[in-house]
T-cell receptor, first 109, second 114 residues
Framework: GEDVEQSLFLSVREGDSSVINCTYTDSSSTYLYWYKQEPGAGLQLLTYIFSNMDMKQDQRLTVLLNKKDKHLSLRIADTQTGDSAIYFCADYNTDKLIFGTGTRLQVFP | NAGVTQTPKFQVLKTGQSMTLQCAQD?????MSWYRQDPGMGLRLIHY???????DQGEVPNGYNVSRSTTEDFPLRLLSAAPSQTSVYFC?????????????FGPGTRLTVL
């Protein structure tokens, strides 16, 4: 079946950029998503990218998609302490969202 | 709009007990789904529904039942709880599942099975 993989942890200094990476196996993905989960809460959609795009920018967020390598990344510019959370990559496939394991981002001063 | 609501927030069960996790949405969404979240495993799809009267299995359906008699409600039933079902359960809804639509998540139910 389809698989989505992420590294589990990322630690960055406040003000630096964060880059969270994701790889997926589904070659027929139409949409790929980034969700954010804050402690004790459900998931919230951060951004998404359509599979025929290479890049999408939304304020401090930049999503890069490399379809050939099936690699997706989320860059957060000027990372703040409020960005500390778990970030999930997800792949949309035929009525289902397949989530990665999540990357826990820790921002230190 | 209340969005997606889940009850209870916390629950402790003994092995073999049954219970129903409630999920409701007031956004007139056709698509609803249940996920479980376990450490290091992300979210895994249990069951989903593309509309009232229609349900289907996800990645990890064993031990869980669902029904969808109304658009608003999508309860998840554990018929005989097992310790392996200790997890955080999230319900989600969206306008439709067959194209891009943001999924809205409930706050979760933390279940412990002893």
């Amino acid at each position: 079946g389809e698989d989505v993989e992420q590294s589990l942890f990322l630690s960055v200094r406040e003000g630096d950029s964060s880059v969270i990476n994701c790889t997926y196996t589904d070659s027929s993905s139409t949409y790929l998503y980034w969700y954010k989960q804050e402690p004790g809460a459900g998931l919230q959609l951060l951004t998404y990218i359509f599979s025929n795009m290479d890049m999408k920018q939304d304020q401090r967020l930049t999503v890069l998609l490399n379809k050939k390598d099936k690699h997706l990344s989320l860059r957060i510019a000027d990372t703040q302490t409020g960005d500390s959370a778990i970030y999930f990559c997800a792949d949309y496939n035929t009525d289902k969202l397949i989530f990665g394991t999540g990357t826990r981002l820790q921002v230190f001063p | 709009n209340a969005g997606v609501t889940q009850t209870p927030k916390f629950q402790v069960l003994k092995t073999g007990q049954s219970m129903t996790l409630q999920c409701a949405q007031d956004m007139n969404h056709e698509y609803m789904s249940w996920y479980r979240q376990d450490p290091g495993m992300g979210l895994r799809l249990i069951h989903y529904s593309v509309g009232a009267g229609i349900t289907d299995q996800g990645e990890v359906p064993n031990g869980y039942n669902v029904s969808r008699s109304t658009t608003e409600d999508f309860p998840l039933r554990l018929l005989s709880a097992a310790p392996s079902q200790t997890s955080v359960y999230f319900c989600a809804s969206s306008l439709a599942g067959y194209s891009y639509n943001e999924q809205f998540f409930g706050p979760g139910t933390r279940l412990t099975v002893l």
